[in-house]
């Protein structure tokens, strides 16, 4: 009976970077590897001075493996940056932050994949070196990039996000290549299988994190089969972003900087959502959308923090129980 | 008459890595740009982590721009090595010593080479951009490995030489790629102008960093044009190779060790050669080769010793006058 409980709370987690890999620590500290995988965006990987960069899955990876600077969220502990000062010294381009350790998981990844290595075994093995047992599926192994329709005219993702440090004013986004890439094998099979009954969106970005992962064709249409509920987590609080450019783009795309907006952009795909304690004047207007509201404390500071919210999260998918 | 007289003591030195540098480094601060060009090997580049690397070519850009480690006589001072830790964890391959901004000369031109760009342009590049206006031709833009042939059978010189620190016992060396290679036509430009009129063998292995230099097609006979001598500079001291498996190979290629053998292995390119005192009883079995001696101390140990030997090497140069 227990290993039929564990599979009912089983879950399929949507995540970008930072935000959703601090609610993906807190899973792992309450669940086992086969409860839980993580279905990682990929629409900000790039070519950067020849390397393959998939900053999310890294920072993804980084968390997992207790390895993250947890200051900025992404990238390594203790890091130093003498590759960046050399390479500024020659020339080079250096307004994308790589770390003298961190360049070790683009250079092996980059050499693999040239190889004609999958970006999804290239990931596992990675996280295994690590003594990370959790799964991490990037979205696709095709390749896919977010463009960032600005005022300025298209912008790639890390020139936009990293190099002119969001400040051009979003119009729209697109995802490059996405009407020909194919969903990662490994989750269509893991749906089919139902092996992952529930589906929650972390605190992500919904334009440029969440948006492309369920842009992958067919990928959305395997999400909405699952036998249990959909959830996501907010990842506005107060009319604010705790990272990144999500309120910003809101704003510049005329939509409320509010959970709302955010329980709207998911409208028909999710079936709950969780919302900080400070929106839950927010929570009748979000419950005319269509989806129920947990509420509370959504701010992820401690590790305490990050497995509380992800207590609150599977409570609240248990609590849907046979009602769909 | 400056001019003219400049131009008769001008040379083409060709090096390989460490103990071509130091001369290499006591030339420049002699000569003029305009007065020495460095024909470097590229038998020791090879494809690493997918990365593009040239050994010879960059000790000659570090030590001549000042930044090499002294005491290695290879890589940058300072280094730190957090990236090959981080490869270690991840499981790459870390036998070959890449420090942190050592690996900004290895990206950038494995960028630029992937981009159509040639090693001849991009080696310009790197040396303008850390301050050296001294030129630097590697042999060739062709891809040319050279093989050591050992007991163990073959293997690609950086394995021999770096993760096998040169245990195996040696038979024969090919350089892969050379029968197809052209020479870097700025050096055939330069010789055929008589731009340089003389030639100086740096104190550099002849078997790996000398060889495949003087085996490139037409590029032996381009330097067998010029109007003034050709000279050496004896890699072996006293029974010794300063660094570098010079005198283990000499063994286990059955060849007496020592500064005879060198002018053998030149013998009817080289006018003459410069052997250090302590091997001054070979002077007169070295003439017997048909060449001149000169004995000096070869040994480079400070700033002073470099600019000396090189002093003595142009004057060496120098002495021939119009006898050829």
């Not at 899973?27 to 995988?37: Q, T």
């Not at 999804?120 to 896919?144: A, N």
């Not at 369920?214 to 249990?228: H, I, M, Y």
Request: with cysteine.
């Amino acid at each position: 009976m227990k290993k039929t409980l564990e599979k009912k709370s089983s879950v399929s987690v949507l995540s970008g970077g930072v935000g959703g890999a601090k609610l993906v620590l807190g899973l792992s500290h309450l669940l086992e590897p086969d409860d839980f995988v993580v279905i990682a965006n990929t629409g900000d990987d790039f070519r950067h001075l020849g390397l393959k960069i998939c900053p999310d899955i890294d920072t993804l990876i980084y968390t997992l493996a207790n390895l993250v600077d947890e200051e900025r969220g992404w990238g390594l502990k203790n890091e130093t940056w003498n590759f960046l000062k050399s390479l500024k010294r020659i020339g080079g381009e250096d307004w994308f932050n790589l770390g003298d350790s961190d360049l070790a998981i683009h250079i092996e990844r980059t050499r693999r994949l040239a190889a004609g290595e999958t970006l999804s075994v290239i990931t596992k093995d990675l996280l295994t070196s690590v003594g990370v047992k959790y799964t991490v599926l990037p979205m696709t192994d095709s390749t896919v990039s977010t463009i960032v329709e600005t005022l300025d005219g298209p912008l790639a993702f890390q020139h936009y996000f990293v190099r002119d440090r969001c400040l051009p004013s979003v119009r729209s986004f697109h995802f490059d290549g996405i009407e020909k890439a194919t969903p990662n094998p490994l989750i269509i099979k893991q749906l089919k299988n139902n092996a992952y009954s529930s589906v929650l969106i972390a605190p992500s970005n919904p334009f440029v994190s969440i948006d492309p992962i369920l842009s992958v064709p067919t990928l959305k249409k395997s999400l909405l089969s699952v036998k249990g509920p959909r959830v996501a987590v907010s990842p506005i609080i107060g009319g604010k972003a705790i990272k990144g450019p999500a309120a910003k783009m809101m704003n510049e795309l005329g939509v409320p900087v509010n959970a709302l907006s955010i329980a709207n952009h998911y409208r028909g795909f999710i079936d709950g959502i969780i919302i900080d304690e400070i929106d839950k004047d927010l929570s009748t207007e979000i419950e005319d959308t269509g989806a129920q509201v947990l509420v509370t404390n959504t701010v992820m500071n401690s590790l305490k923090d990050k497995i509380s919210l992800a207590n609150e999260c599977m409570k609240f998918i248990g609590s849907f129980g046979d009602q769909r």
